[in-house]
Protein backbone atom coordinates (compact mmCIF):
# COMPACT_ATOMS: atom_id res chain seq x y z
CA UNK A 1 0.00 0.00 0.00
CA UNK A 2 1.38 3.39 -0.50
CA UNK A 3 1.92 5.90 2.02
CA UNK A 4 -1.63 8.18 2.98
CA UNK A 5 -0.76 11.55 4.61
CA UNK A 6 -2.96 12.74 7.74
CA UNK A 7 -3.90 16.22 7.78
CA UNK A 8 -6.28 17.91 10.25
CA UNK A 9 -6.60 21.72 9.68
CA UNK A 10 -5.45 23.57 6.88
CA UNK A 11 -5.92 27.51 7.88
CA UNK A 12 -3.32 30.60 7.53
CA UNK A 13 -4.62 31.41 11.63
CA UNK A 14 -2.54 32.19 13.98
CA UNK A 15 -4.35 31.31 16.99
CA UNK A 16 -2.78 29.08 19.28
CA UNK A 17 -2.82 25.50 18.28
CA UNK A 18 -2.08 23.04 21.07
CA UNK A 19 -2.88 19.68 19.46
CA UNK A 20 -0.90 20.68 16.60
CA UNK A 21 -3.79 20.21 14.01
CA UNK A 22 -3.31 23.32 11.72
CA UNK A 23 -1.67 23.48 8.68
CA UNK A 24 -0.88 26.74 6.63
CA UNK A 25 -2.41 26.54 3.21
CA UNK A 26 1.33 27.46 2.02
CA UNK A 27 2.80 24.68 3.69
CA UNK A 28 0.33 22.11 2.02
CA UNK A 29 1.12 24.24 -1.02
CA UNK A 30 5.01 23.09 -0.61
CA UNK A 31 3.73 19.30 0.33
CA UNK A 32 2.10 18.56 -2.80
CA UNK A 33 4.94 20.33 -4.93
CA UNK A 34 7.50 18.10 -3.44
CA UNK A 35 4.74 15.44 -4.58
CA UNK A 36 4.98 16.66 -8.18
CA UNK A 37 8.93 17.31 -8.18
CA UNK A 38 8.53 13.24 -7.51
CA UNK A 39 6.45 12.45 -10.15
CA UNK A 40 3.33 11.22 -7.13
CA UNK A 41 -0.10 12.34 -7.33
CA UNK A 42 -2.65 12.95 -4.00
CA UNK A 43 -5.70 11.03 -4.30
CA UNK A 44 -8.49 10.12 -2.08
CA UNK A 45 -8.05 7.02 -0.07
CA UNK A 46 -10.44 5.32 -1.60
CA UNK A 47 -9.34 5.60 -5.20
CA UNK A 48 -5.72 4.61 -3.92
CA UNK A 49 -7.24 1.32 -1.82
CA UNK A 50 -9.31 0.71 -5.40
CA UNK A 51 -6.05 1.59 -7.49
CA UNK A 52 -4.08 -1.26 -5.27
CA UNK A 53 -6.72 -3.55 -6.36
CA UNK A 54 -6.03 -2.83 -9.77
CA UNK A 55 -2.33 -3.27 -9.77
CA UNK A 56 -2.34 0.88 -10.51
CA UNK A 57 -1.35 2.45 -7.50
CA UNK A 58 2.39 3.40 -8.89
CA UNK A 59 2.57 7.25 -8.23
CA UNK A 60 0.19 7.78 -6.08
CA UNK A 61 -0.13 8.78 -2.60
CA UNK A 62 -2.88 8.99 -0.13
CA UNK A 63 -4.16 12.83 0.76
CA UNK A 64 -6.88 12.76 4.25
CA UNK A 65 -8.05 15.68 6.05
CA UNK A 66 -9.54 14.32 9.26
CA UNK A 67 -12.75 16.13 10.96
CA UNK A 68 -14.28 17.56 8.49
CA UNK A 69 -13.61 21.56 9.09
CA UNK A 70 -14.89 23.95 7.65
CA UNK A 71 -11.37 25.41 6.17
CA UNK A 72 -11.02 21.89 3.96
CA UNK A 73 -13.40 23.94 1.72
CA UNK A 74 -12.21 27.51 1.77
CA UNK A 75 -8.39 26.53 1.99
CA UNK A 76 -7.41 22.82 1.11
CA UNK A 77 -9.43 22.47 -1.85
CA UNK A 78 -8.35 25.75 -3.85
CA UNK A 79 -4.88 24.21 -3.02
CA UNK A 80 -5.51 20.72 -3.90
CA UNK A 81 -7.25 21.63 -6.89
CA UNK A 82 -4.10 23.80 -8.54
CA UNK A 83 -2.30 20.73 -8.43
CA UNK A 84 -4.82 18.53 -9.91
CA UNK A 85 -4.98 16.30 -6.56
CA UNK A 86 -7.90 14.91 -4.94
CA UNK A 87 -8.08 14.24 -1.01
CA UNK A 88 -10.58 12.44 1.42
CA UNK A 89 -12.23 14.37 4.15
CA UNK A 90 -13.31 12.51 7.31
CA UNK A 91 -16.89 14.43 8.63
CA UNK A 92 -18.22 14.05 11.97
CA UNK A 93 -21.27 13.19 11.40
CA UNK A 94 -22.95 14.06 14.22
CA UNK A 95 -21.23 17.00 14.90
CA UNK A 96 -21.92 18.74 11.08
CA UNK A 97 -22.26 22.19 12.00
CA UNK A 98 -20.85 22.74 15.16
CA UNK A 99 -17.08 22.36 16.32
CA UNK A 100 -14.29 19.78 17.78
CA UNK A 101 -16.00 20.05 21.44
CA UNK A 102 -14.21 16.56 22.23
CA UNK A 103 -10.69 18.85 22.16
CA UNK A 104 -9.84 20.97 25.17
CA UNK A 105 -8.52 24.37 23.85
CA UNK A 106 -9.37 26.19 20.30
CA UNK A 107 -12.39 25.37 18.48
CA UNK A 108 -12.49 24.52 14.67
CA UNK A 109 -16.09 25.00 12.96
CA UNK A 110 -17.01 21.85 11.56
CA UNK A 111 -18.34 22.20 7.96
CA UNK A 112 -22.81 21.95 8.01
CA UNK A 113 -23.92 19.47 4.99
CA UNK A 114 -24.28 22.00 2.02
CA UNK A 115 -20.60 22.50 2.64
CA UNK A 116 -20.29 18.23 2.83
CA UNK A 117 -21.95 18.49 -0.76
CA UNK A 118 -19.33 21.46 -1.90
CA UNK A 119 -16.58 19.26 -0.87
CA UNK A 120 -18.32 16.54 -2.82
CA UNK A 121 -19.32 18.66 -5.97
CA UNK A 122 -15.75 19.61 -5.77
CA UNK A 123 -14.23 15.82 -6.76
CA UNK A 124 -13.01 15.00 -3.27
CA UNK A 125 -14.27 11.76 -0.93
CA UNK A 126 -16.17 12.50 2.28
CA UNK A 127 -15.46 9.68 4.44
CA UNK A 128 -16.87 9.08 8.24
CA UNK A 129 -15.28 10.00 11.58
CA UNK A 130 -18.11 9.05 13.50
CA UNK A 131 -21.11 10.30 14.83
CA UNK A 132 -19.15 12.02 17.50
CA UNK A 133 -15.73 11.01 17.65
CA UNK A 134 -15.58 8.69 20.27
CA UNK A 135 -12.48 6.09 20.81
CA UNK A 136 -13.83 3.50 19.47
CA UNK A 137 -11.38 0.45 21.32
CA UNK A 138 -13.45 -1.07 23.98
CA UNK A 139 -16.82 0.42 23.08
CA UNK A 140 -19.66 -2.00 23.48
CA UNK A 141 -21.82 -3.16 20.21
CA UNK A 142 -24.41 -0.87 20.71
CA UNK A 143 -22.36 2.10 20.77
CA UNK A 144 -20.11 0.72 18.32
CA UNK A 145 -23.23 -0.07 15.54
CA UNK A 146 -24.59 3.68 16.82
CA UNK A 147 -20.69 5.60 16.10
CA UNK A 148 -19.87 3.31 12.98
CA UNK A 149 -22.97 2.43 11.76
CA UNK A 150 -25.59 5.92 11.92
CA UNK A 151 -22.70 8.22 10.80
CA UNK A 152 -22.16 6.30 7.20
CA UNK A 153 -26.19 6.41 6.78
CA UNK A 154 -26.34 10.28 8.10
CA UNK A 155 -23.34 11.12 5.62
CA UNK A 156 -25.26 9.09 2.49
CA UNK A 157 -28.28 10.54 3.35
CA UNK A 158 -26.37 14.29 2.84
CA UNK A 159 -24.80 13.33 0.03
CA UNK A 160 -27.07 11.31 -1.70
CA UNK A 161 -24.23 8.62 -2.96
CA UNK A 162 -21.81 5.82 -1.11
CA UNK A 163 -20.04 6.50 1.47
CA UNK A 164 -17.51 4.05 1.38
CA UNK A 165 -14.59 4.93 3.37
CA UNK A 166 -13.84 5.63 7.43
CA UNK A 167 -11.10 6.89 10.03
CA UNK A 168 -10.84 5.85 13.60
CA UNK A 169 -11.01 8.98 15.66
CA UNK A 170 -7.69 9.24 17.14
CA UNK A 171 -6.75 5.95 15.43
CA UNK A 172 -8.92 4.13 18.51
CA UNK A 173 -9.70 0.67 17.71
CA UNK A 174 -9.76 -3.07 18.33
CA UNK A 175 -10.98 -6.01 16.60
CA UNK A 176 -14.58 -5.11 17.42
CA UNK A 177 -14.05 -1.98 15.98
CA UNK A 178 -12.58 -3.12 13.37
CA UNK A 179 -15.25 -5.96 12.55
CA UNK A 180 -17.82 -3.24 13.33
CA UNK A 181 -16.41 -1.21 9.83
CA UNK A 182 -16.69 -4.49 7.95
CA UNK A 183 -20.13 -5.11 8.91
CA UNK A 184 -21.36 -1.32 8.42
CA UNK A 185 -20.45 -2.12 4.94
CA UNK A 186 -17.22 0.26 4.65
CA UNK A 187 -14.62 -0.60 1.73
CA UNK A 188 -11.60 0.21 4.10
CA UNK A 189 -10.71 2.22 7.19
CA UNK A 190 -7.15 3.97 8.46
CA UNK A 191 -5.74 4.65 11.34
CA UNK A 192 -2.85 6.97 12.90
CA UNK A 193 0.55 5.97 12.08
CA UNK A 194 -0.08 2.08 13.02
CA UNK A 195 1.60 -0.31 10.89
CA UNK A 196 0.06 -3.47 12.59
CA UNK A 197 -1.82 -5.17 11.39
CA UNK A 198 -2.31 -3.42 8.39
CA UNK A 199 -5.38 -4.43 6.12
CA UNK A 200 -7.46 -2.93 4.29
CA UNK A 201 -9.73 -1.82 7.23
CA UNK A 202 -6.78 -0.80 9.62
CA UNK A 203 -4.51 1.30 6.99
CA UNK A 204 -1.51 3.35 8.07
CA UNK A 205 -1.20 6.73 7.65
CA UNK A 206 1.79 9.31 8.60
CA UNK A 207 0.68 12.18 10.50
CA UNK A 208 2.02 15.61 9.05
CA UNK A 209 2.51 18.20 12.14
CA UNK A 210 2.06 22.34 11.33
CA UNK A 211 5.85 22.70 11.27
CA UNK A 212 6.60 19.60 8.25
CA UNK A 213 8.78 20.85 5.49
CA UNK A 214 8.70 18.86 2.17
CA UNK A 215 12.34 17.45 3.54
CA UNK A 216 10.11 15.78 6.28
CA UNK A 217 7.37 14.80 3.99
CA UNK A 218 10.18 13.31 1.86
CA UNK A 219 11.44 11.79 4.81
CA UNK A 220 8.29 9.90 5.90
CA UNK A 221 7.90 8.84 2.32
CA UNK A 222 11.10 7.32 2.25
CA UNK A 223 10.69 5.52 5.70
CA UNK A 224 6.92 4.40 4.26
CA UNK A 225 8.48 2.65 1.15
CA UNK A 226 11.32 0.85 3.65
CA UNK A 227 8.72 -0.45 5.58
CA UNK A 228 6.54 -1.50 3.04
CA UNK A 229 9.72 -3.49 0.92
CA UNK A 230 10.62 -5.16 4.91
CA UNK A 231 7.39 -6.57 4.80
CA UNK A 232 7.08 -8.11 1.60
CA UNK A 233 10.01 -9.65 2.21
CA UNK A 234 9.12 -10.97 5.56
CA UNK A 235 6.57 -12.30 3.98
CA UNK A 236 8.61 -13.61 1.21
CA UNK A 237 10.39 -15.99 3.83
Do not use: K
Amino acid sequence: MPAILMYHSISPSTEPDPHRLRVHPDRLDRHLRLLRRLGLRGVSQTELVRAVDRGEAGGLVGLTFDDGYTDFLEYAVPVLERHGMTGTVYVVAGRMGGENTWDTGPRFPIMDADQVRQSAAAGHEVGSHTMNHVRLAGADPVQLAAEVGESRRVLEDVLQSEVPGFCYPWGSYDEAAADAVRAAGYDNACVTGDYEPGDRVTLPRCYVSPQDTPAHIAARLARHSLRQRRAVAAEAR
